[in-house]
Structures are given as C-alpha cells and as structure tokens.
C-alpha cells in the first residue's frame, strides 16, 4: 500500500508539481487588494445570499442578511465580477484590483430570469455560467430541497428530467436497470471529491448533509474524461455552503404517517397493515463566522420510521461539518466532515403480489433465505482541500478524502453482530488539480488522481487468494483545453488516462477523449455538439460478492470494464415574455453506445445469479426540458419529456427495466396571503422487458407496471418561518418501485421550519 501511494505520488505528483513550480516562478508574487460592495434589488432593498465571483478564479462569497459583500485577499489585475442568484438578473462589471487598496463595486439586481445565470462547475471542473455549459444539465437548489422535506438525494433525484430511482439505485437516461445496489453507473460527488462508498461503490443517499446544500448540480451522459470510472451514465455534484457573513440558525421538525393500504387482501397478511404506521424527525444547523480568516457550519439530523411494510423500519442520526480558514493570502482551506448511523430493518423482495407487505422466504438447494436484511450502518467521511490563487491567471487546489463504512448484521433482539460477520471497509484518495487562463478565451485545466480501497466482508468470495485484489487501486491523469474563438463559439478538448489494478498480474488501462463545441446564437441562446468515451470498472461487489443469505450469487473474476462512446446535439435558451415572465427550454438529442454491459444473470449449472459482461446494447432518445416563472406574481410551471429508445444488439430486444417515456411536470402558484399551492406529476412507462430470471425465486417479480404519481404541497410561509402540508401519492397509485418491492403509499408530512 505505502509503494503504491509513494509510485503514483512519484509518477504523476511530480511532474504537476513540476508544472506548478515553473509557472509560479514565471509569475510575480503579486501583492493583494480587496473588493467590497453592496446588493440591491431595483427598490433599494438589501439582497443577501447573492453569489459575487471573480470569473475564472475559485474567489467569490455570498452577501450578509444587509446585502453586504466582501472578498479580501485578491491578486492585483483586471477581472470580471459577476452577481447572481436564482431569481434575478445577473450583473456583471470589470474592475481592476490595486494592492493594498480596496475596490468597491455595487450591484442592483432586476427581478426577471430564474435560471440561467447561475455558476456551475462540474461539466467542466471549473466555474462557468449556466448558458454556456456544453452539457445536458440539471440544477437542484435548497428552497426546492426544503419546500418538498426532502431527507435523502433519492427523494432529490425523482423529480430530475432523465431520471428514474429503482429503489434507491439511479439510473439516467436508461444508463441502469437493477443491480441490487452492488455498483452504479452514476458518480456522486461531494463539493467535487468523489464519495463512493467502500462496501458497495454506490451511492450513499441517507449519509449527506441535507440542510447545508447550495445546490445539486446533475450532468447527464458519460464524464469520464473528467471523472474516471463511475461516471459512465453522468455525475451528481453536491455543493455544500459557505459560512456566512451573519450567524444564521435552522430548526425543522416534521412528522408524518402512511395511510394503511387499500386492499384488504393485503391487510390480512400483516397485523401492522390496519394501523397508520409514523414517522418523523428533526434537524438543528449552525452557522457563523469566527473572526475575520474561519468560520463554519454544523448540522445535526435525526429520522425514525416505521416502514409501511413488515421489516421495514429505520432510525438514523447524521452529524456534519464544514470549517473553512482563510489565511491572509490568496489561499483557502476547507475541513469537510460526516457521521451516519442508521439502525434499519432492510425490506429485499415480497412474498408475493397476494402478500406485498411481508417480505419472502425461499428455499434453494437446502439453503434458506429471507427477503428482509437488518444491519446496523456507520458511515464516516473526511474531506480536506486547499485552494491557492497564485495570480489572476492561475490557481491550484489539493483534495483529499477518506469514506469509511461498517455494516454490522443484527440479532434477532436488535444487538449488532460482530464486524466479522459483515462489512468493514475504507476507501481514501486525493486529486490535485491546476487552472490556468493562458490568454483571454482560453484556458487549461490538468490534474492528477490517486484511490485506493480496502475492503473486507462476510459477503464477499472466503478465497484467501482474493484478499489482495479487493484493493482495487486507481491513478489517472487528466488534460482539458477550452478555447473561444469569434467571442461565439467554444471548443473544448479533454483526455484522460486511468489505470486500474485488479489484482498482482490485472491492470485495466483506459484513455478517454472528448470534444465539445457550444455556439451562442445570440444572448440567451446556444447550441450544443458533445462526443465523449467513458467506461466503468466493475465494482468489488459485482465482482467478489458470494452470498446465499438473501439469494444465490457467486463471484465473477473475470468481469471486464462496461464501455461507452456518446453523442448529443443539444439547444439551450432563455428569454423573458412581457418582462415579467422568465421562459427556460433545453431540447437534446443523444446517442450512446455500450459494450460490456455489468448485469445479474441467472447461471443454471451454478443454479445461482452472477454479475456477468451481458452485451453491446444501444440507447437513443431525446429530452426535452420548460420552466415558466412570473417572479411578481409567485408562480412556477415545469415539465420534462425523455423518450429512451434502449436494445440489446445482441439478440434486437430491449434492453432490461428501461422505460420508453419519462415525463414530469409540476406547478406552484400563490393563493392569498401567505399560502401557496404546489403539484407535481410523475410518469414512468411500463418497461418493455422484465428480466424474468429473478423470478425464478421470488414470486411475481416480473410484475412491472407503469408509474403515475401525484404529489401535492400546501406552504405558508411568514418572514423566516414556515409551515407545509405534503400529500406524497396523492392518488393512492400502486406500483412497483423495483421488481419484488411496493412503492409506499399515500403518506402525509407536516414540517415546520424556522431560520433564527
């Protein structure tokens, strides 16, 4: 392990630092200046939570409760500040920094666009406006988080265009079918730093800092040119806050109850089922800054429900960090940290569609399994980074992290089990990253990552022989150029090369390239065009697991990398109706080709399921995205079309658990006072294939049907307090959220939320 970290440090490390060195040298150490200012809407009014940033540079902050701003420590030379926010029109100014001397630039921001105008970083790992991102994206921000009580990024993600949850597993655009959670083919980040988890590689929705998210930001199609293997089917980049300039304190609580099924069929199978089963929780958040170089965030969250169905219950308390430390230079350092603890009663599969509220028990082979997993779960994380802005041109960050897990199997009373007899396992890396403005238009970004996991678990392949391969670890190298040509059109190049040790003799080695070009028609309006490789390297799970506890699955060494190579030519535009209505459309059209596909098989000779490389399959479609806002009247109307076009090349059928057409749509408007009224729409078509493998154990697992969901809200809200009515399912619409497990029922949430 220490070679290994001490090779890849020697390898890459050096010569990026290398990099840096010289063009730290060929720079003057310029002397630093401040600039301060103010926020105002169009009557004079003090904004505050407005983004101020210093385009090209990782400088910015957020205005105080008085609309106040300030950024200290700026390089002296000539930059463009930008001030945005959802809601209104950004601003924007140029102004040159003196050292030692301080700036002042105020903004008056005009009620008119929603969107458009934020600053995203993910689809091309530095700060760029909406408009101009050369991808399909969607952004998810904390009113949308609150206003729903969302708990968990699942709850988040069903909501996105493109989108569709199998239980807890995501798959856009028809990247996933179903893989009992043991990989994914979406990336999650956490403030840029990739937040897999040891035990499973997949994503942890419970175990994130809800209360503290600035936004989401979702990129949709393969991204590993700039984010390695995981990323095959997109990227989930979760930005947490800053601290602000005033101390600020958040209290929610909330409480809620599932209605008891419609079907008396359904009843008298379970004693539970007559019954309102609860649930509820709360949450605490502090913010503040200490003096005039840190501050932080702290947030404390608890849950317990009951479950709806028979062996379903969970309790879980989440605490997280953020402490951030401003030198007096141009140099940032940020301490991100977490524990999840979550007590759960895991509902697998059913015992039938007579008998949806119990979970199975199968016999195979002499061997007994159960449908239902109890475990306990602590989740730990610790994310390090530092950001050093060596001039206006040029700045480098270092990131590190470190993602622990251990699952302990519980006793029938509820006693945790020994680590032995589960799962314990730890994974840690670091990434360092430069960006640097060679000449106005154009820009470069490079950088180095390293990963390593150890992991070790009951479930997994006992083969002694295997112990060293379940380390898995990665490096790569990362190279993207943008370059903007007739102040219209920019292009942008990028590769990336990974390897991947499998075992002593096994090493998976991937270069991956992308091209994109964006031409801005006119403001408010571009066109898009992406090619793009991506690939994915199997999970430790789908290739080690061994288990017969809850169904037959038996290693798979031989697995090799899923690969794909995209296209899409997309159009995004923005433009206001009578100066009062902001309109927002994203039309994209994609093309993505697999090889290698990863997914669970039945075997006969080994009578067992096996993660197993299926097929080339291909997967086309088109969505299509419209927001409406009037900012002056309060109201807001969405809607989102995907239509997937998913075949297996192999045999011509469709591919497994795709659905052909995706549509969501939504609206809130105002009552009177302080009421207002949301709906939203959900429709999942039944998917064209069930693999029918599954059922060969579990009763009626082939059963898929469509999806239609009617969730409803009713908000007040008075200065900083708040109140909401939710109706989830309103229209008491069974289905099945993945094969062999109900959907819950319509369940109703009272939350209250106060911002002190």
């Known amino acids: 392990m220490m070679y290994m970290s001490v090779n890849v440090i020697c390898r890459w490390g050096m010569p990026l630092a290398g990099l840096c060195l010289a063009l730290v040298t060929q720079v003057s150490r310029a002397q630093m200046g401040t600039v301060v200012g103010t926020v105002h ?9 407005i983004s101020v940033v210093l385009e090209s540079t990782p400088l910015g902050t957020a205005t105080d409760l008085n609309g106040h701003y300030r950024i200290p420590h700026v390089p002296a030379g000539t930059y463009i500040i930008r001030a945005s926010a959802v809601g209104f029109q950004s601003q924007q100014q140029t102004i040159t920094v ?50 729903r009580n969302m708990l968990s990024l699942d709850e988040v993600l069903r909501h996105v265009s493109g989108i569709k949850m199998a239980d807890n597993q995501v798959s856009v655009r028809g990247s996933s079918g179903f893989s009992f959670n043991t990989g994914s083919r979406v990336l999650l980040l956490l403030d840029g730093m990739p937040l897999l988890t040891p035990d499973r590689e997949g994503i942890p929705h419970d175990a994130l800092p809800m209360s503290q998210i600035a936004r989401i930001e979702v990129v949709k199609g393969p991204s590993s040119v700039l984010y390695g293997s995981g990323a095959l089917g997109g990227v989930i980049n979760i930005i947490t806050k800053d601290y602000p300039e005033t101390p600020q304190t958040t209290l929610r609580f909330f409480g809620g109850v599932y209605e008891p099924v419609r079907y008396k069929l359904w009843r008298e199978q379970w004693d539970g089922a007559d019954n309102p089963r609860r649930f509820g929780g709360g949450s605490f958040s502090h913010a503040r800054r200490l003096g005039s170089k840190h501050g932080f965030w702290l947030s404390i969250a608890c849950h317990e429900d009951q479950g709806f169905t028979n062996s379903s219950k969970a309790r879980d308390l989440d605490m997280f960090f953020k402490v951030q430390w401003r030198p007096k230079s141009t ?70 992290r470190a993602i622990g897990v251990v699952i302990q199997p519980l006793e029938d009373d509820g006693t945790p089990k020994p680590v032995a007899e589960g799962t314990a396992g730890v994974r840690y890396g670091g990434e360092l990253q ?77 270069l991956s390239p992308k091209l994109n070009v964006s031409f801005r028609m006119a403001e408010g309006f571009t066109v898009r065009a992406t090619y793009g490789q991506g690939f994915r390297v199997p999970s430790v799970s789908e290739r080690f697991v061994n288990n017969q506890s809850y169904l037959p699955i038996v290693s798979n060494f031989d697995l090799r990398p899923e690969l794909s190579t995209s296209y899409e030519l997309g159009f995004r535009g923005q433009m206001s109706v009578a100066q009062r209505i902001a309109v927002q459309t994203d039309l994209a059209l994609f093309w993505n080709d697999y090889q ?24 086309r479609g088109l969505e299509a995205n419209f927001d409406a806002a009037n900012t002056e009247k309060g109201w807001l109307v969405s809607g989102s079309y995907t239509f997937l076009g998913a075949e297996d090349l192999i045999d011509r059928t469709p591919l497994v658990l795709r659905s052909r057409h995706l549509f969501k749509a939504g609206f809130t408007i105002p009552i009177f006072g302080p009421l207002s009224l949301g709906i939203d729409y959900r429709f999942a078509s039944a998917p064209e294939r069930v ?40 229209g008491e619409y069974y289905y099945v959220e993945r094969p062999a497990i109900l959907a819950s029922p319509r369940h109703f949430t009272l939350k209250m939320q106060a911002h002190l």
């Open 41 to 49: 809407d169009a009557m004079g009014q003090p904004l505050p939570h």
């Open 331 to 400: 140099a940032r350092f940020d301490l991100l940290g977490g524990w999840t603890w979550r007590k759960s009663d895991n509902f697998l599969y059913w015992n039938g569609a007579h008998d949806t509220l119990n979970p199975g028990e199968l016999i195979f082979g002499g061997v007994e399994a159960s449908g239902t997993s109890d475990n306990q779960t602590n989740h730990f994380s610790l994310m390090p980074s530092f950001t050093h802005v060596v001039s206006e041109s040029f700045f480098y960050s270092v990131k590190a």
């Open 98 to 147: 003196v050292a030692g001397e301080e700036v002042k630039m105020d903004f008056v921001l005009h009620v008119q666009t929603l969107w458009g105008d934020e600053t995203l970083v993910t689809a091309t790992r530095r700060t760029q406006r909406f408009i101009e991102v050369p991808a399909s994206i969607s952004l998810v921000m904390p009113r949308e988080i609150e206003t």
């Open 434 to 510: 430069a960006n640097w403005m060679m000449r106005q238009g154009q820009d470069l970004t490079a950088g180095v990552t390293t990963e390593q996991l150890l992991i070790e678990s009951n479930f997994f392949q006992p083969d002694t022989a295997a112990t060293a391969v379940r380390s898995q670890p990665e490096r790569a190298a990362f190279l993207q150029i943008e370059q903007t040509l007739l102040g219209r059109v920019r292009l942008m190049a990028g590769l990336r090369y990974d390897t991947y040790r499998i075992d002593e003799i096994n090493i998976v080695r991937k």
């Open 691 to 730: 693999d029918s493998d599954f059922s060969r154990f579990v009763r009626d697992a082939n059963l898929v049907g469509p999806r239609k969901v009617v969730d409803a809200r009713l908000m007040a809200r008075w200065q900083r307090f708040s109140l909401t009515l939710l109706i989830d399912n309103a």
């Open 596 to 619: 290698r596909l990863v997914e669970p098989k039945f075997i006969a000779h080994e009578q067992s399921f096996q993660f197993v490389n299926l097929t080339k399959a291909r997967i």
